[in-house]
């Protein structure tokens, strides 16, 4: 079985500072991680996969698997970047995921003035 | 290119009645997932369907269902609804999985039971 543990619930940071979002899962496999990201009234949106080693909107995350571990960095937080985050795994058999995705509970960013 | 498309938006049902939502994924992709989205337990996955073909359950009572068309858009029926199931139903499309694509979700239809 997988789950997707994101120990805070809310995290609030000021402009400029840096903040983590921590992400810890449990899966028997080959893991696939994603961070998503819902702005207010906005729908739900991929942000980062780890497989693809990008940097988004200053947003870094990297797999560590001797931790479980897929925490979301930024150096510099923004306002905009208040938003309820979530990390997702994606379990798969023989290559494919057959669409399962194992949300965390989500931390709820905000980031102050 | 077009979004995943979810209708209806909104929906008020009575308890006991039963409702089905649609979603039309984003064109070229064959896979559509469904998840329910509640506060307490927030996004659980439901099912998906790939080439008119379910690949995939959740853990959900048999009053979950779903099937896709052969134009990959997809349709989730709940019958004999209870209070619980007032949640945000969201659909997601991918490619064919979401290994190294990721999930596109639409807006989702907010279901109230009451």
């Known amino acids: 079985a997988q789950r997707v543990t994101q120990p805070e619930k809310l995290l609030s940071v000021f402009k400029g500072a840096p903040v983590e979002l921590k992400c810890n899962y449990s899966?028997?496999?080959?893991?696939?991680l994603f961070w998503y990201v819902q702005y207010s009234r906005q729908r739900l949106q991929l942000l980062l996969r780890?497989?693809s080693r990008e940097s988004i909107k200053g947003f870094t995350a990297d797999l560590n698997k001797g931790e479980t571990s897929f925490h979301l960095k930024k150096p510099f937080a923004q306002e905009e970047d208040s938003a309820m985050y979530y990390c997702a795994l994606s379990s798969n058999a023989g290559g494919t995921s057959y669409g399962k995705l194992t949300f965390g509970q989500g931390t709820i960013l905000t980031v102050h003035p | 290119k077009a979004g995943v498309t979810q209708t209806p938006r909104y929906l008020i049902k009575t308890r006991g009645q039963q409702v089905t939502l649609s979603c039309s994924p984003i064109s070229g992709h064959r896979s559509v997932s469904w998840y329910q989205q509640t506060p307490g337990q927030g996004l659980q996955f439901l099912f998906e369907y790939f080439s008119e073909t379910q690949r995939n359950k959740g853990n959900f009572p048999g009053r979950f269902s779903g099937r896709q068309f052969s134009n990959s858009r997809s349709e989730m029926n709940v019958s004999t609804l209870e209070l619980g199931d007032s949640a945000l139903y969201l659909c997601?499309?991918?490619?064919?999985?979401?290994?190294?694509?990721?999930?596109?979700f639409g807006s989702g239809t907010r279901l109230t039971v009451v």
């Open positions: 997601a499309s991918s490619l064919g999985g979401a290994r190294s694509y990721g999930y596109t």
């Open positions: 899966y028997s496999g080959s893991p696939e």
């Open positions: 780890h497989i």
